[in-house]
Every structure is written in C-alpha cells, then in structure tokens.
Nanobody
Framework: VQLQASGGGLVQAGGSLRLSCAASGRTFSSYNLAWFRQAPGKEREIVSA????????YYTDSVKGRFTIARDNAKNTVYLQMNRLKPEDTAVYYCAAAPGGKLRIDIAYDYWGQGTQVTVSS
C-alpha cells in the first residue's frame, strides 16, 4: 500500500482543515487506517483511527468533538476533518495503514504516508 497525504496548511486558531490520504496498491478496504501526528520535540502520537469495517473509531482525548475521521473505500481515501483548531494541534500529520492489530499502537501500522504539515497560529 502506498499512501499520499495532503491538505495541510497554515490556519488561524478556530479554523478548519481537511486532510486526505489516498491509497494505492493492495486492497484498501481490508486495512485499519489511522492519523498520527508529531510536533517538534515531541513523540509521535495517534490522533484518530478507524477499523477496516468502520465499526470502531478512536480519537485521542484532545481532539474529541473537534476532529472526525472518515474512510471512503470506493475512493481508497481516508479523511481527517479538523475543526476548531488550536495552536497545540500544530504538527506533521501522517496517515497509516495496518492489516490488523491494535488500533492505537503505531508499531501495528506497516504503511505510512509522507506527512503533511499543519500549522495553527494563535
């Protein structure tokens, strides 16, 4: 699976962005998908994830109620709608795909996109 993330940019606090991650290669619909982020000087953390079936969705506490993950298997794309952005959301965002395993653990993900920068100004 090859993943291509896009949609990052510079936005003011309170604004919105939608990240997209387009996949090619193996069967996209059978993979768990996730968004991770890494801020300067910090470890990579999971932001949100969705199982292959869409039956389970996870959000880290800091983005609950503001971010929404969605997958479109027909388009081989996963999205992250980010609303009410805060300066602390500033990071490089990565999409990832896993054939199974624990949803929240980065080592479960075999395939990674190249990252897209999100910068939120105060």
């Amino acid at each position: 699976v090859q993943l291509q993330a896009s949609g990052g940019g510079l936005v003011q606090a309170g604004g919105s962005l939608r990240l997209s991650c387009a996949a090619s290669g193996r069967t996209f619909s059978s993979y768990n998908l996730a968004w991770f982020r890494q801020a300067p000087g910090k470890e990579r953390e999971i932001v949100s994830a969705v199982t292959w079936s869409g039956g389970t969705i996870y959000y880290t506490d800091s983005v609950k109620g503001r971010f929404t993950i969605a997958r479109d298997n027909a388009k081989n794309t996963v999205y992250l709608q980010m609303n009410r952005l805060k300066p602390e959301d500033t990071a490089v965002y990565y999409c990832a795909a896993a054939p199974g395993g624990k949803l929240r653990i980065d080592i479960a993900y075999d395939y990674w996109g190249q990252g897209t920068q999100v910068t939120v100004s105060s």
